[in-house]
């Protein structure tokens, strides 16, 4: 009698077993599935915000380059610094978000690589060194905003504004000086004129022998 139930016993215990490691693989397997949902489930959430971020960068992402006038587009021409910028400002990003946090960093870089260089003397004037020192500083809060985690989309919209403004500002001051230039340089060589008939004429007045 003992026997057999001793038999019994060894019977149902390998029977435990088997259901505990039945229970523990589905409960293994269940919880790989959750994981898995949930992990894809979180790629599609970030994925969705990735797009929405790049679309509104796309959508805000508007620099103009003011066009100079014939006598001012010469100059600029000439100035290689002032023309690199111009070329990055023209380029906009169209594949990714860090497309756009590489472009916002190397017009930072380039912004400010013209700062060490030499202005034309014709627009080498304080007013227009501080005007482009705001556009600088624009420009660098540009590079700081779209690089931040998470993106201040918000940010980015107001500086890019306020880099088109500072932008439209700063060749409309260049404009002024030159206007401002040929006006006093036109007025100069009005009073040297008058000055010289003056001079003509106090000499016949003079001589008035020579004259006849």
């Known amino acids: 009698m003992n026997n057999i139930r001793k038999f019994g016993t060894l019977k149902i215990q390998p ?4 259901l505990a490691l039945l229970f523990i ?8 599935k959750k994981q898995d949902e949930k992990g ?31 006598a001012l587009n010469p100059i600029l021409e000439d100035w290689k610094p002032w023309m690199a910028l111009v070329n990055e400002l023209k ?9 756009f946090q590489k472009k916002a960093q190397v017009l930072s870089e380039v912004a400010q690589n013209l700062t ?26 540009l590079d700081m905003y779209i690089n931040l985690s998470p993106i201040d989309l918000e940010k980015v919209d107001i500086c890019l504004k306020d880099v ?6 700063l060749v409309k001051m260049m404009e002024e000086d030159l206007i401002r230039d040929n006006y006093e340089k036109e007025e100069g060589e009005e009073i040297m004129i008058e000055e010289m008939k003056q001079m003509m004429n106090t000499t016949r007045n003079a001589n008035p022998e ?3």
């Open 91 to 99: 380029l906009k990003p169209v594949s990714t978000i860090s497309a």
């Open 164 to 169: 088109q403004k500072s932008l439209n500002e």
């Open 15 to 18: 029977m435990k077993n088997f």
């Open 40 to 70: 894809f489930h979180n790629q599609e959430k970030v994925q969705a915000y990735n797009d929405s971020v790049f679309n509104q960068l796309n959508k805000v992402w508007k620099i103009n380059v003011p066009k100079g006038s014939k």
């Open 25 to 32: 693989l589905v409960f293994c397997i269940t919880s790989c």
């Open 210 to 212: 020579e004259v006849e």
């Open 116 to 141: 060490y260089q030499g202005y034309p003397a014709e627009i080498d004037r304080p007013d227009i060194r501080a005007r482009y020192t705001t556009l600088l500083t624009y420009i660098q809060n």
